[in-house]
């Protein structure tokens, strides 16, 4: 349905400009026509068509305008949509590549029993990567027509967010120290599984994106104006402050496909962007107060939990 949206306007446009076209040439043969016995013909007609004409050669650049935009747009999606096939592509090969080539050792020849463990555990993790490419897949196709309102509940953030530090850092296989939580118990009313959606995407990117050593700082607390504030940031190399809206578009990677030292596919933060809006909260870039790196800032309608102290580690 989006795709047949954004070309309903490129070609609703064309037609238009087209018609004017058409209009404005018929116009100009009746102009002349006019101008030819102007001496003794109505000059009101004269006038008339002159600024019927110009009103038209003004909906003409507008339109042309526009189309020019449009066509941009669509030139940058399919540029989009290009990495976002060389980088699935890649994510779909590199795992299976790997997997192939440890059963084909193993059928082959005859390994001992610690090495066809540690195969094992590599083809788990390959495993995993496809899983993981592919739960994100599924989680962007389902976000333009998932719109269902049951199993809203009362979800407290502070668990949910050590739950989704610790299965990235178990997917990355990384100490979970890594991740230093500075946590005030509140609650966000929405689905358990989009919250952990998207919150999971954001400890994904400051994981696989942080410095070395990797350090990841998740602060969470209520402001004056009763919403949840999580704060996500790592030691990374940062984000140029130009380019901090565009991250979040569809199929947006950063550089080119080919130099890429991280996996991913461009739909993480895209998935984060519209499950934020869903939830009618915001979310921006911001600078670490010291140091490199990258702070995301997710704000949530919230209410505070009463407890006797926050969880502080």
């Not at 600024?51 to 050669?57: D, K």
């Not at 192939?100 to 195969?119: M, P």
């Not at 196709?141 to 739950?163: C, F, M, N, Q």
């Not at 800032?297 to 969880?311: D, F, M, R, S, Y």
Request: glycine share 6%; hydrophobic share 45%.
């Amino acid at each position: 349905m989006s795709a047949r949206r954004s070309l309903s306007w490129p070609i609703t446009l064309a037609i238009v400009m087209i018609v004017l076209l058409v209009a404005l040439a018929v116009g100009w043969v009746l102009q002349s026509v006019i101008a030819a016995w102007q001496d003794t013909g109505p000059r009101g007609v004269y006038w008339t068509l002159l600024s019927i004409g110009s009103t038209f050669i003004a909906l003409l650049i507008v339109g042309v305008v526009l189309y020019l935009i449009l066509s941009i747009k669509a030139i940058n999606l399919t540029q989009r949509q290009s990495n976002f096939i060389d980088s699935v592509t890649h994510e779909l090969k590199s795992p299976i590549a790997s997997m192939k080539l440890y059963l084909q050792t193993l059928n082959r020849h005859h390994v001992s029993h610690e090495l066809q463990a540690d195969f094992h555990r590599f083809m788990l993790e390959d495993l995993a990567r496809l899983d993981h490419l592919i739960n994100q897949m599924l989680d962007a196709g389902r976000l333009d027509a998932d719109h269902r309102t049951e199993d809203i509940e009362d979800v407290e953030l502070s668990a949910l967010l050590r739950d989704c530090a610790a299965a990235v850092c178990l997917n990355y296989r990384v100490a979970a120290d890594i991740v230093h939580f500075d946590l005030q118990p509140c609650a966000v009313t929405g689905r358990r599984v989009d919250l952990d959606i998207l919150f999971r995407n954001l400890i994904d990117n400051a994981v696989k994106y942080a410095g070395s050593p990797p350090r990841v700082e998740v602060q969470l607390r209520m402001n004056d104006k009763g919403q949840a504030l999580a704060r996500i940031a790592d030691n990374g190399r940062g984000i140029p402050y130009h380019l901090r809206r565009k991250i979040f578009g569809r199929f947006v990677r950063l550089g080119s496909e080919l130099e890429r030292d991280k996996p991913g596919t461009g739909l993480g933060l895209y998935i984060v962007r519209t499950l934020v809006e869903r939830h009618r909260g915001h979310i921006r870039v911001r600078d670490p107060e010291e140091g490199a790196g990258t702070v995301f800032e997710v704000q949530l309608p919230g209410k505070a939990i009463a407890l006797a102290v926050g969880i502080v580690n």
